[in-house]
DNA sequence: ATATGAGCCTGTATGC
DNA sequence: TGCATACAGGCTCATA
């Protein structure tokens, strides 16, 4: 599953192939994504040089010449791979962006919570990406924004920083581990959390992303090979998926809730 | 304004 | 063995 830190791998995985490099075509064998892509797609990409691929939160930016930008989102199943031209399609390889290297990259996600939109605007003033909160590893991203951000507010601290309007890549695997990490119980009301730990929040959220993304790296080395997912995830994970199982801190058995329909897993002695 | 719940979709895991 | 159901996940929209 793509969180930040797998997007980011991506992202750097495909610059190589594509940057400098025309969309050649954009095929889209099943437009039915999470919004359905319109029919004018291809026309807007084709032919474009690719300048850059960037990242906003967990979208990837294909920024193309001549102020095209496509938009992709992986969703929660998807995934892009670079194969040779020609090669068999497989279940599920719904968007192939044809590149003039002979490349492709292939998009691939069962169960098309991904999404593409292409914009002839700043992708910045789009829809989907005007109203996201900062970066969570830039310096946008520090203990007195999120201080601030969270006064007067009551909402659990934990659906607090997976909402993308207050920071974005904060899915639910990283803000379990980050809170524990914190030491802060994912009940806590946000506006009730003192300056000072919220400002240790915020190093967590980025040390725990951080050291994903380093392990991303690893995991999507033979990027054009499988792209299988993610092989850090059981070893590093200290509560994520461990409900019943004992801290590895203070060896308590970890408690598992739902809060706001998500599964929830603290450790009882470590977070307050 | 803030908070909550539904819905999108399908592979995988569980229970009968 | 098969079938039914629950769950996972990010994000937007609708409703309180």
Redesign the pocket.
């Known amino acids: 599953?793509?969180?930040l830190p797998e997007v980011e791998t991506t992202r750097r995985g495909l610059a190589p192939h594509c940057t400098g490099h025309r969309l050649v075509r954009l095929k889209v064998r099943e437009p039915?994504?999470?919004w359905p892509v319109p029919d004018s797609a291809p026309a807007l990409v084709a032919g474009r040089r690719v300048d850059t691929i960037d990242r906003r939160?967990?979208?990837l930016l294909f920024r193309l010449e001549g102020g095209v930008t496509a938009i992709l989102?992986l969703?929660?199943?998807g995934s892009v791979r670079v194969v040779e031209h020609g090669r068999a399609v497989r279940?599920?390889d719904h968007v192939d962006f044809e590149l003039d290297n002979g490349k492709v990259l292939r998009f691939n996600d069962?169960?098309?919570?991904g999404s593409l939109h292409v914009t002839t605007q700043p992708p910045e003033a789009h829809?989907?990406?005007a109203?996201?909160g900062p970066e969570p590893l830039s310096a946008d991203f520090a203990g007195g924004y999120l201080y601030q951000l969270a006064r007067?507010?009551?909402?659990?601290i934990k659906?607090?920083i997976?909402?993308?309007?207050v920071v974005?890549?904060?899915?639910?695997?990283?803000?379990?581990e980050a809170l524990f990490m914190a030491g802060i119980h994912p009940n806590r009301?946000?506006?009730r959390i003192a300056r000072a730990r919220l400002e240790r929040l915020v190093a967590c959220i980025q040390t725990v992303l951080g050291n994903a993304i380093e392990m991303g790296g690893t995991t999507l080395r033979d990027f054009t090979g499988t792209n299988g997912s993610p092989g850090y995830f059981q070893q590093t994970l200290n509560v994520?998926?461990r409900g019943g199982e004992p801290c590895r801190h203070c060896g308590r058995a970890l408690k598992e809730t739902?809060l706001?329909?998500?599964?929830t897993v603290y450790c009882p002695g470590c977070q307050r």
């Open positions: 599953m793509p969180e039915r994504l999470r939160g967990k979208y989102h969703g929660m199943s279940l599920h069962p169960r098309r919570f829809p989907l990406l109203s996201l007067g507010r009551r909402v659990a659906p607090f997976m909402d993308s309007h974005v890549g904060v899915g639910n695997i990283y803000a379990s009301a946000a506006g994520y998926g739902r706001g329909q998500r599964a």
